[in-house]
C-alpha cells in the first residue's frame, strides 16, 4: 500500500436502484461525525478497483450490498478481504447465517424457540425423500416449504403446501440446496395488531419494529407498548441471534403466539431491505432507517 493513500472510514458496495436514498442516508451520518465516505456502484467498479491495487485508496470498513447480486462486484470484494479493510457482515459469518438449516440447529441449541421444522436433503444428493406421511402429520395443514440457502424477498418459498406431492416437486426447483418444511406459526392479536415482529440488529442495537407478513406494513415499536404488552423478550432473543450469527448488521422475524411464545420464523435476514417508508409503503419507518444509519456511522474507524 502506497503511503499517502486517501482513506475512506466507510465505504459502500451497492446495485440495486432503491438502496440509494439509503446510502445517502449513510453519507450523511458519516460526514456529520466527520468520517469519510465512499460509494461504489456500477458507473465505477473498474475504477475503484483499479485505485485500491494502485494504492490510492483504501477503505476503514466495507458494507456489500452488491455482489450477492451481481458478481462484478465480487473482484473489489475480494481485494478488500486481503486488505486491512473491516467487513460488516464479513462473508466466513454470512456463509453460516444465510444456511437457515444450519441457523435452524444453532437457534435450538441456544434456546431460540423455532418452528416445528423437518431438514430435508438435497435432491442431488439424495432423491429419494426421507419423509413418510406420519412425518408430515406433525407440520399440520397448510405447512411452508422454504430451501436452506436461497434468499431474498421469499424466493423459493411455499407457504401454503399441503401434500407430500408439494414437497417432492418443490424440492427439485433448487436441487443442491437443502430444504425446511415447517409448520406454520399463528400469532396473536395485540390491542388490534398482528403480534408479528420484524426486529433489527446493527452493531448490537436492537430496533424491534411491528411487521405485517401479508401487507409487509411496518410500524416502530415503541416502549410504551414494549411494556404494556410484555414484549421485552424481542430484545433479548434478538441478543441472543446477535450472539449466534455474529453479524452487525440483520433483522429477523418474530412472532408472539397466543399462548405467549416468542418464535423466531424467518431466522436472519443478512441484507435488509431499506426502502424508506415516506418513499414506499411497505418501506422502513423512516426513523428506523436513521437509527441504523448512525449506528453503523458511529461504529465504523
Not at 122 to 136: A, G, I, Q, T
Not at 180 to 202: H, N
Not at 220 to 247: A, H, Q, W
Not at 265 to 292: A, F
Amino acid at each position: 500500500m502506497k503511503s499517502g493513500a486517501e482513506l475512506f472510514k466507510l465505504a459502500v458496495a451497492w446495485d440495486w436502484e432503491l438502496d440509494r436514498d439509503f446510502v445517502d442516508c449513510l453519507e450523511r451520518e458519516a460526514i456529520s461525525k466527520g468520517k469519510t465516505f465512499y460509494s461504489i456502484s456500477h458507473h465505477n467498479i473498474d475504477e475503484t478497483l483499479a485505485r485500491l491495487k494502485d494504492g490510492e485508496i483504501q477503505f476503514g470498513s466495507f458494507l456489500d450490498r452488491a455482489s450477492d447480486a451481481d458478481a462484478k462486484f465480487l473482484p473489489i470484494v475480494r481485494w478488500l478481504q486481503k486488505s486491512n479493510t473491516t467487513s460488516i457482515n464479513p462473508p466466513e459469518k454470512l456463509n453460516a447465517a444465510i444456511d437457515k438449516a444450519t441457523m435452524h440447529l444453532e437457534f435450538l441449541s441456544k434456546g431460540i424457540d423455532v418452528p416445528f421444522t423437518i431438514i430435508i436433503s438435497p435432491y442431488n444428493k439424495r432423491k429419494e425423500l426421507e419423509l413418510s406421511l406420519s412425518d408430515l402429520a406433525h407440520l399440520g395443514r397448510p405447512f411452508i416449504i422454504k430451501p436452506a440457502n436461497t434468499t431474498g424477498g421469499g424466493t423459493g418459498v411455499i407457504l401454503g403446501a399441503e401434500t407430500l406431492k408439494d414437497v417432492i416437486e418443490t424440492r427439485q426447483h433448487h436441487r443442491n440446496d437443502k430444504y425446511l418444511l415447517q409448520e406454520r406459526v399463528v400469532p396473536d392479536y395485540l390491542g388490534g395488531t398482528k403480534a408479528w415482529f420484524r426486529v433489527f440488529s446493527v452493531f448490537g442495537t436492537t430496533i424491534p419494529c411491528w411487521w405485517d407478513d401479508t401487507t409487509h406494513i411496518y410500524r416502530k415499536l415503541t416502549d410504551d407498548e414494549r411494556v404494556e404488552y410484555n414484549l421485552s423478550p424481542l430484545l433479548s432473543m434478538t441478543k441472543k441471534i446477535f450472539e449466534v450469527c455474529g453479524l452487525e448488521f440483520f433483522s429477523t422475524e418474530i412472532v408472539r403466539t397466543k399462548e405467549g411464545m416468542f418464535v423466531a420464523v424467518d431466522y436472519v435476514n443478512e441484507i435488509c431491505d431499506m426502502r424508506l417508508q415516506s418513499q414506499h409503503p411497505d418501506g422502513v419507518p423512516d426513523e428506523v432507517v436513521h437509527q441504523i444509519c448512525r449506528r453503523i456511522a458511529e461504529e465504523v474507524d
